[in-house]
Nanobody, 116 residues
């Protein structure tokens, strides 16, 4: 079992920056990929960025060049540094962990609101 707790969301003006954190606990060694997804009101949840256990990263086209995913293994924490934020980035951001078994765990989500 893996538990995830997100933090760092909030209200920011367009052009600003925020850093989200996702602290993982439980069977950390079972995690293959961690990532961030987001869901805006009335829209489907979408992938934002992922990072594998070998530090390979992947980004949605909408955030390439503006967002950066990273992790601190010593703290069992994954970060999402968001820069040049746009109003369309407004959403609830969810941390996700996919285990080698294929099981997937989700955090409770953190709200990011970007004002124009």
């Amino acid at each position: 079992q893996v538990q995830l707790v997100e933090s760092g969301g909030g209200l920011v003006q367009a052009g600003g920056s925020l850093r989200l954190s996702c602290a993982a606990s439980g069977t950390i060694s079972s995690i293959n990929i961690m990532g961030w997804h987001r869901q805006a009101p009335g829209k489907k949840r979408e992938l934002v960025a992922t990072i594998t256990w070998t530090d390979n990263t992947n980004y949605a086209d909408a955030v390439k060049g503006r967002f950066a995913i990273s992790r601190d293994n010593a703290k069992n924490t994954v970060y999402l540094q968001m820069s040049s934020l746009k109003p369309e980035d407004t959403a609830v951001y969810y941390c996700n962990a996919v285990q080698w078994s294929g099981s997937s765990s989700w955090g409770q989500g953190t709200q990011v609101t970007v004002s124009s």
